[in-house]
């Protein structure tokens, strides 16, 4: 499956954004996605999780309650919509996927975006 995220943009505190990954192919709809961002300064980072069939999704602590995943499988699409952004929320957010359940380690991941820069101004 080949990824494309799009969407980031420059956000003040505060605000929401929604970022889309378009998926090509017809097995979109087998894969486990996630989001995962990354800075300079850090590793890349797991975000946020959902199952092929949505039964599981998982937030990494940071973002519970402020952000919510979901895909159309049927348009082979992933959403990331985030609220109430905070300027630590700041990076270049990629989605992925893989054929099997979610997991947080992106090394089990082979399927990736190019990636979306999302920039929170204090």
């Known amino acids: 499956v080949q990824l494309q995220a799009s969407g980031g943009g420059l956000v003040q505190a505060g605000g929401s954004l929604t970022l889309a990954c378009a998926a090509s192919g017809r097995t979109f709809s087998r894969y486990s996605m996630a989001w995962y961002r990354q800075t300079p300064e850090k590793e890349r980072e797991f975000v946020t999780g959902?199952?092929?069939?949505?039964?599981?999704?998982w937030y990494a602590d940071p973002v519970k309650g402020r952000f919510t995943i979901s895909r159309g499988n049927a348009t082979n699409t992933l959403l990331l919509q985030m609220s109430r952004l905070k300027p630590e929320d700041t990076a270049l957010y990629y989605c992925?996927?893989?054929?099997?359940?979610?997991?947080?380690?992106?090394?089990?991941?082979?399927?990736w975006g190019q990636g979306t820069e999302l920039t929170v101004s204090s």
């Open positions: 959902i199952s092929w069939d949505d039964r599981n999704i």
């Open positions: 992925a996927g893989r054929e099997s359940g979610i997991r947080s380690s992106p090394a089990l991941y082979p399927y």
